[in-house]
């Protein structure tokens, strides 16, 4: 007789969340699974990565112009704001492009500017009504001196310059590179992950030490879709994972859990008062407990949790309760 040890979790109902905009940096859309993620800035972090659930696969995007674009040309990188309606994003817009360069001269009488960036020079005039920021506080063109490194966002056409941001908000845009893997060994107080994963270039099954990034982030998927976040502490090894890199520094900026799951089981018998459910197993009933907080199919309560009733549960990444019962048939 094998069992899963749990705690009880005891939270309050979740509320419907209001309409709002999340602005961000593009990462990837996984069409087969409905998902985009970005890149945010948070107050207190430089940046975290976050997926959320596209409502359809055809979702409406609208370019910095107006015009419609489709989903699958959206350029990593590029700045976006998703409609967020609950957990779903029901529309897309992408804002003005921005670039990361240096400034090589800066005409503050005619407001014009000469950058340097990757790909060469260019001199652009700045909007009438552009914004100067350092540190995120506005200051005048000629403050701003020559070879400082500002981040340049343009106006829709790319023509003219709309807004300069030096100082903090100067910095480099960071490049990510995503992969996946196991994770075979997790230190949060040393900021080191161990993964077993394959290389691109046909290695296979070998053991990958990264450090994390001081901000890293975490959070659980059931089956490649966003459930929720974690925390550091939350994190168990023996989990598959995808996992961000910082291209630069190669150091974990964020990592993604996949949720063990219980695939479908007839239920033995389930006790409300203390949440512990008793699952048909392969060497006998398996024992876990429910948060009460756990996400039910829609239309289904506890109460559904009856004998012979076959339940597919996600589970806790350290296995101790069910956070997800995601199909439930008498």
């Given at each position: 007789?094998?069992?899963?040890?749990?705690?009880?979790?005891?939270?309050?109902?979740?509320?419907?969340?209001?309409?709002?905009?999340?602005?961000?940096?593009?990462?990837?859309v996984?069409?087969?699974?409905?998902?985009?993620?970005?890149?945010?800035?948070?107050?207190?972090?430089?940046?975290?990565?976050?997926t959320?659930?596209?409502?359809?696969?055809?979702?409406?995007?609208?370019?910095?112009?107006g015009?419609?674009?489709?989903?699958?040309?959206?350029?990593?990188?590029?700045?976006?704001?998703?409609?967020?309606?609950?957990?779903?994003?029901?529309?897309?817009?992408?804002?003005?492009?921005?670039?990361?360069?240096?400034?090589?001269?800066?005409?503050?009488?005619?407001?014009?500017?000469?950058?340097?960036?990757?790909?060469?020079?260019?001199?652009?005039?700045?909007?009438?009504?552009?914004?100067?920021?350092?540190?995120?506080?506005?200051?005048e063109?000629?403050?701003?001196?020559?070879?400082?490194?500002?981040?340049?966002?343009?106006?829709?056409?790319?023509?003219?310059?709309?807004?300069?941001?030096?100082g903090?908000?100067?910095?480099?845009?960071?490049?990510?590179?995503?992969?996946?893997?196991?994770?075979?060994?997790?230190?949060?107080?040393?900021?080191?992950?161990?993964?077993?994963?394959?290389?691109?270039?046909?290695?296979?099954?070998?053991?990958?030490?990264?450090?994390?990034?001081?901000?890293?982030?975490?959070?659980?998927?059931?089956?490649?879709?966003?459930?929720?976040?974690?925390?550091?502490?939350?994190?168990?090894?023996?989990?598959?994972?995808?996992?961000?890199?910082?291209?630069?520094?190669?150091?974990?900026?964020?990592?993604?859990?996949?949720?063990?799951?219980?695939?479908?089981?007839?239920?033995?018998a389930?006790?409300?008062?203390?949440?512990?459910?008793?699952?048909?197993?392969?060497?006998?009933?398996?024992?876990?407990?429910?948060?009460?907080?756990?996400?039910?199919?829609?239309?289904?309560?506890?109460?559904?949790?009856?004998?012979?009733?076959?339940?597919?549960?996600?589970?806790?990444?350290?296995?101790?309760?069910?956070?997800?019962?995601?199909?439930?048939?008498?």
């Amino acid at each position: 007789m094998r069992a899963l040890f749990v705690m009880f979790l005891c939270s309050a109902s979740a509320f419907a969340q209001d309409a709002k905009d999340i602005k961000g940096i593009f990462q990837e859309v996984d069409v087969e699974n409905g998902t985009i993620t970005l890149r945010i800035h948070e107050t207190g972090k430089v940046y975290r990565l976050k997926t959320f659930n596209l409502l359809k696969p055809d979702l409406p995007v609208t370019t910095a112009l107006g015009k419609p674009a489709p989903l699958k040309e959206i350029e990593v990188d590029a700045r976006l704001t998703l409609k967020l309606e609950g957990d779903d994003v029901t529309a897309i817009a992408i804002s003005p492009a921005m670039i990361s360069a240096y400034l090589k001269h800066v005409d503050a009488k005619n407001r014009i500017v000469t950058y340097k960036h990757t790909i060469g020079e260019k001199t652009l005039p700045l909007l009438p009504d552009a914004k100067v920021l350092y540190s995120g506080s506005p200051v005048e063109l000629s403050e701003i001196k020559s070879s400082k490194l500002v981040n340049i966002l343009f106006s829709e056409d790319r023509k003219a310059i709309a807004e300069i941001r030096a100082g903090k908000g100067g910095a480099p845009e960071v490049h990510l590179t995503k992969m996946s893997g196991v994770l075979f060994d997790f230190d949060a107080g040393k900021q080191v992950a161990t993964i077993w994963s394959s290389g691109q270039n046909g290695d296979a099954s070998l053991l990958h030490e990264y450090p994390l990034l001081k901000d890293a982030t975490y959070s659980l998927a059931f089956q490649s879709k966003p459930f929720r976040d974690l925390t550091a502490q939350e994190v168990r090894r023996g989990v598959k994972i995808v996992y961000w890199l910082e291209a630069g520094a190669k150091k974990i900026m964020h990592m993604e859990l996949e949720m063990p799951i219980l695939a479908k089981r007839a239920v033995v018998a389930f006790d409300r008062s203390t949440g512990l459910l008793s699952l048909e197993g392969p060497e006998g009933p398996l024992f876990v407990h429910v948060a009460e907080n756990v996400k039910l199919p829609r239309g289904k309560t506890l109460d559904d949790l009856r004998s012979k009733a076959r339940v597919q549960c996600g589970l806790s990444v350290d296995r101790k309760r069910v956070e997800i019962i995601d199909s439930m048939a008498p």
